[in-house]
């Protein structure tokens, strides 16, 4: 088998050494690094060649890339890196990956020309002052080839041992079995429809109902297609922690049903959040303070070596393997996305500015595939992937760390914010333009700011984490102001607190919103090879193909519920008002309509709230007048082990009620299948407050759509509320009880986006 790899990846691979250091160092953007290297090669003589195109073989392997720059005349071959502030303070990594793809560069030139030597520079230029600074060696071609030969060696033998995992892998997704003696009712039209949809390399939208096993019912088809579609990753994509379990325990049982206990040769990935895999979160990521990143590209080829002999790397294995070889997890974790065939993680690690999944496919051109779980989650979490705000009271935090250039910079943006502040003083205001000379003195101050950073004269200045941090949401709010259109829009929001520090006027959030993620996403989708999202509440289907950016050709698929009518009692409450002036009176009516119901069938139920503050009343009436019912409520400041508690007390057989809030971490993504859940009481429909900044989106969705208060409010209001009710039947031998208290769950609009299965009017399912 013959092998292609550019220089950089050879390199990447196999000659970064030392430490583990994010301390943040200001960097060139692309179009500085494009200037720097234009501008370095406008100063050399007649005769410089550019962007030299050398490649050259070593077996079965063959080397491709394009040195910067070439002076025939010196016999002297340069790498051009632009940088900004101190060259000194360069991490020690960086300078030797550069010297490594520059050596090749050289080895590469030796061999095309025929030469016993060459002369190497390494050519740093700091986009700041225009200053050039060479690194010069002189290198024998004999010493070059070694090297070169070296690494190629190092990187034929791992290519060799991942090629034969591919075949091995392939092979056995072939023979995939079917980890159950049959597909549940309505699995196998979502399996076929997958299949489908990831041999053909086609977007799939699935609206398939809670209870058939979505899970396993995505990820089989979607293995047994990879060797027909040539997949090299999948990705499986989830809003919550509960959904990538559900991924992890899937994956688990497909292998675990292989045909005479075979292994299925399948390298499973878990990528988790940096906060929640760290050790030493009290210390800074760089060698001179963690242990775990002091020497880490050291001790990497070991680790990685070693975690790849494991089949399931997620966070306890990935963390013991890390521990044992003295290295940072998080970031073991990221060097392993390369190597792994499936990836479970967060959205954001495909779908965000910067998502590392997304970076990692386009530069390796994988084949992926996609499998977006609970996808109703992604339109709401892609708009705030791309959204930005400033707060102006960051201004007056961070001034006092500033140097002279900073202040001034800041001066003259905080003159720009005032002018726009003094347009409606006081007032919420939206508008489809942004600020031109606010952003251009934002402008100004992101390139103040990163001369300060670079500048190592001043060090207690650089580790102030406040203007760190107002740098990165500075650079983050122009990046997405480069991406304003008709789907975004601007707004002026006045702060509530008081004036700090002696400082005249009014203070507000400048927010640059999203409204629409499609024209953000849409790229993300036709990168991949085929995209499956699913869900059980994707209607009506229009409202997601609008809001994702969706091919023309997507496959719509709606599969019918496996689950009888008679399985679940829906009641709606017509004498019951939940609107937010009518909540105080209805109270009483609420808590015996839930008491009633507890007196008919003792059990386990959950009650839904709009807010935390209602929850808080509706628990408090309930307990005040049947205080022999056991409750347990949601509170705001549960942390992942206090949300397992909760869902805990759901036990077979048991009876109590829980509160809680829709559309919080217990509305959707858990499981609770026999008695474990008998009715939920649902006191809302879920919609969002109508605010002013929801009545600018209900105005922009009528402009695009012609559905503001569909768009805005009802659709993702009932999609809540759906999967709300969704917790309680689970299985076909599931019964249970449903109680939307609200008179308006009676209106046609509003039954229209309910399940068509469930039957809501007369015998069982009316009013009582």
Excluded at 226 to 234: E, G, I, N, S, T
Excluded at 412 to 428: D, E, S
Excluded at 565 to 575: F, G, I, S
Aim: proline share 5%.
């Amino acid at each position: 088998m013959t092998y292609t790899v550019a220089v950089r990846t050879l390199c990447e691979f196999t000659a970064k050494r030392g430490d583990l250091d994010l301390r943040f160092t200001p960097s060139p953007d692309a179009n500085e690094g494009r200037a720097g290297h234009l501008a370095i090669a406008s100063r050399r003589p007649n005769g410089y060649e550019t962007e030299i195109a050398l490649s050259g073989t070593f077996g079965a392997l063959t080397v491709r890339g394009r040195a910067d720059g070439y002076d025939p005349a010196a016999h002297r071959l340069e790498e051009f890196k632009t940088y900004r502030g101190d060259l000194d303070s360069m991490r020690e990594n960086q300078r030797a990956l550069h010297w490594a793809q520059l050596r090749v560069y050289g080895w590469l030139m030796c061999e095309r020309q025929r030469v016993d030597s060459i002369e190497l520079a390494l050519v740093y230029y700091d986009v700041g002052s225009g200053r050039e600074t060479a690194l010069v060696e002189h290198a024998s071609a004999a010493e070059l080839k070694r090297a070169f030969d070296d690494q190629c060696r190092r990187f034929v033998a791992w290519a060799e041992q991942e090629s034969a995992h591919r075949a091995t892998r392939d092979a056995a997704l072939a023979q995939l079995r079917l980890p159950h003696p049959s597909f549940r009712r309505g699995q196998r039209e979502l399996a076929e429809a997958v299949w489908r949809a990831a041999s053909q390399g086609r977007c799939l939208l699935a609206q398939a109902p809670t209870g058939i096993g979505k899970t396993i019912g995505t990820l089989f088809p979607m293995l047994k297609a990879a060797p027909r579609a040539a997949l090299d990753k999948v990705f499986f994509l989830s809003a919550k922690s509960s959904g990538r379990q559900l991924a992890l325990d899937a994956l688990d049982t497909l292998a675990a049903a292989q045909p005479d206990g075979a292994t299925l040769p399948l390298r499973v990935l878990e990528l988790v959040a940096r906060d929640k895999s760290c050790e030493h979160p009290d210390l800074a990521c760089h060698g001179e303070s963690c242990p775990l990143a002091r020497g880490f590209y050291d001790r990497l080829p070991a680790a990685r070596a070693a975690a790849l002999e494991h089949r399931r790397l997620d966070r306890s294995t990935l963390a013991d393997v890390a521990r044992e070889h003295r290295v940072c997890p998080y970031y073991l974790g990221q060097e392993l996305a390369r190597w792994s065939d499936v990836i479970v993680g967060d959205y954001n690690y495909y779908f965000d500015t910067s998502a590392i999944l997304f970076m990692l496919a386009a530069h390796n051109q994988w084949c992926t595939a996609l499998l977006v779980d609970e996808a109703h989650n992604l339109p709401e979490r892609a708009r705030a992937m791309y959204s930005a705000e400033l707060a102006q009271t960051q201004i007056d935090a961070v001034r006092h760390s500033a140097n002279a250039p900073v202040k001034r910079a800041l001066t003259r943006l905080q003159r720009h914010w005032n002018t726009l502040n003094a347009v409606q003083p006081g007032v919420y205001r939206a508008t489809d333009m942004l600020p031109s000379d606010l952003l251009a003195a934002l402008g100004e101050l992101i390139a103040a700011l990163g001369d300060q950073f670079a500048e190592p004269a001043e060090p207690a200045l650089l580790r102030d984490p406040e203007l760190e941090r107002f740098y990165f949401d500075a650079l983050h709010f122009v990046r997405i102001a480069e991406r304003f259109d008709t789907q975004s829009l601007f707004d002026v929001t006045p702060i509530a607190a008081p004036t700090t520090r002696g400082r005249r006027g009014p203070r507000t959030t400048l927010c640059i919103r999203n409204v629409v993620p499609a024209g953000a996403l849409r790229a993300r989708i036709a990168a991949a090879h085929s995209v499956t999202l699913f869900s059980a509440t994707l209607a009506p289907s229009h409202y997601y193909a609008d809001m994702l950016g969706l091919p023309a050709d997507t496959v719509h698929l709606d599969i019918d519920a496996p689950f009888a009518a008679d399985q679940l009692e829906v009641h709606v409450a017509r004498r019951i008002s939940t609107r937010y002036r009518d909540r105080e009176r209805s109270l009483d009516a609420l808590v015996e309509r839930i008491a009633t119901q507890y007196d008919a069938r003792p059990g386990n139920y959950l009650c839904f709230f709009s807010s935390y503050d209602y929850l808080e009343r509706a628990a408090n009436a309930f307990v005040a007048r049947h205080p022999q019912v056991v409750t347990w409520r949601q509170s705001r400041t549960m942390d992942e082990a206090a949300q397992h508690a909760f869902v805990a007390r759901f036990v077979e057989d048991g009876c109590g009620i829980g509160f809680a809030v829709l559309g919080g971490a217990f509305g959707e993504g858990i499981d609770l299948p026999g008695t474990r859940l008998i009715g939920t009481f649902i006191a809302t429909l879920g919609m969002p407050q109508v605010n002013p900044v929801n009545e600018q989106l209900r105005a922009r969705m009528d402009t695009l759509y012609g559905a503001g208060f569909d768009y805005t409010y009802l659709i993702p209001g009932l999609r809540k509320v759906v999967q709300a009710a969704g917790r309680v039947i689970r299985t076909e031998r599931d019964r249970g009880v449903v109680h939307l208290l609200d008179d308006r769950f009676a209106r046609a609009e509003v039954r229209a986006l309910l399940p068509g299965w469930w039957r809501i009017e007369g015998g069982r399912g009316g009013d009582v």
